[in-house]
């Protein structure tokens, strides 16, 4: 990386999971999680990555994280290449990047203090100063001192994520990755988790991927958005850019199906049938194509490559200079 303003640089990650028979059985395909991502985010931005349940965002995260080992590509952060780093030597960089979770209360340890969870990361990391950096960290989230004895159990949705927050922040990490922090919870909670996080973000100086399937929930928290489809960014570009004027079909699609909604399920409806491709087996060309009504002839067979359009990227034959 030779960008000074580039915190983090991803290129051309891969990440497919071998698929066997039986228990031991022999290799009979690979699921193509992540297939060719490449992104970079600057400091103090919030990166949107967006896209249907399967696109790939969450293995995404995994694999910066280091939670997932990718099967090719890179992951540079500050210069520093930390793919394939050992966890020994991925230790100082553990400060720095940092998660919040879809669920709460599955990533909270139920026989344990809030107090005790919230100062984990320190006791991890030698850190001294456990009572005074608690409590401070909880009255940022907003978490009333009275919790500090509390168990995960007694508390309800919505504080349970703050107490997430709590323990991401703690360490003062430069970046978290934000998974669906809000989808597990009520509508009313929803925005005043989203409205924290932004708070956050402009008062610690932080750093955000947030990866949501929820478009309106990305448009109201994302300074930039890379839209997500069987493994690969399809699109990306400033949010007010994307928003106003979508060039991906599969983008124009997924706008669309924000204004109708099934709110029980919380999953847009795209207006693309239910045919997401099978990702042990994607579809040759242009992944988008079986769904795609805007299909040139070569969209089958040639996969599009990535163009800057504006002020937007694009990965679509339509923005050929010869197309149609
Ligand atoms: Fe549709 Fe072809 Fe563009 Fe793919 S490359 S999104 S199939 S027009």
Request: contains cysteine; hydrophobic residues 40%; glycine residues 8%.
């Amino acid at each position: 990386m030779s960008d000074a303003k580039v915190l983090l640089e991803v290129n051309n990650l891969i990440k497919h999971y071998p698929v066997r028979r039986g228990l031991f059985g022999r290799v009979s395909g690979q699921v193509h999680a992540v297939d060719g991502v490449t992104f970079s985010v600057a400091p103090g931005e919030t990166l949107g990555l967006v896209g249907e349940s399967g696109c790939g965002k969450s293995t995404t995260g995994k694999a910066v994280l280091k939670l997932v080992e990718p099967t090719g590509g890179s992951i540079n952060w500050r210069g520093t290449r930390i793919d394939g780093l050992s966890a020994a030597e991925m230790r100082p960089f553990r400060r720095e990047l940092q998660a919040v979770f879809q669920d709460p209360y599955s990533s909270l340890n139920p026989r344990k203090s809030i107090a005790a969870i919230i100062a984990l990361p320190l006791r991890v990391h030698g850190i001294a100063g456990e009572r005074e950096k608690v409590s401070e960290m909880m009255e940022l989230v907003g978490l009333p001192a009275r919790l500090a004895d509390s168990y995960p159990g007694q508390l309800s949705g919505g504080q349970r994520q703050r107490v997430a927050i709590a323990r991401a922040l703690i360490m003062r990490p430069e970046i978290v990755i934000c998974d669906e922090p809000t989808s597990a919870l009520d509508v009313s909670v929803q925005s005043q988790i989203l409205n924290l996080l932004q708070r956050l973000r402009r008062e610690l100086g932080l750093t955000y991927i947030f990866i949501s399937h929820n478009l309106a929930v990305v448009e109201h928290i994302a300074t930039r958005v890379a839209v997500m489809y069987l493994g690969r960014i399809v699109e990306e570009a400033e949010t007010a850019t994307l928003f106003a004027a979508p060039r991906h079909p599969y983008t124009r699609a997924l706008l669309a199906s924000v204004l109708t909604p099934d709110p029980a399920l919380g999953i847009p409806d795209t207006g693309l049938g239910i045919a997401f491709p099978n990702p042990l087996d994607p579809p040759p060309g242009c992944r988008f194509h079986p769904r795609c009504g805007e299909a040139l002839p070569r969209c089958s067979t040639q996969a599009p490559r990535r163009r800057a359009v504006e002020r937007s990227t694009v990965e679509c034959h339509l923005y050929e200079e010869s197309a149609p």
